[in-house]
């Protein structure tokens, strides 16, 4: 069973991530290319949109990839 203290830690880090990725959020929704990159799909028609960010969300994928891997080396020496 968790005792306080590692409970305590354990919301300091999840509540540090949240701020973080809301922070990432906030700052990506101001980069002019995210949501026109070839390979995004776009379909409209009269009255509905669909959006399929395919090349963002692979490009998220692999710079997160990249940022944990060296986190993790980082973290384990």
Do not use: E, H
């Amino acid at each position: 069973m968790m005792d306080l203290q590692n409970t305590g830690k354990m919301l300091f880090i999840l509540g540090a991530a949240i701020l973080i990725t809301g922070g990432l959020l906030m700052l990506a929704g101001k980069v002019p290319a995210i949501g026109q990159l070839p390979g995004d799909i776009r379909l409209q028609g009269k009255n509905w949109g669909c959006y399929v960010p395919l090349a963002a969300s692979i490009l998220l994928s692999i710079i997160l990839t990249l940022v944990l891997n060296v986190l993790v080396r980082w973290l384990n020496k």
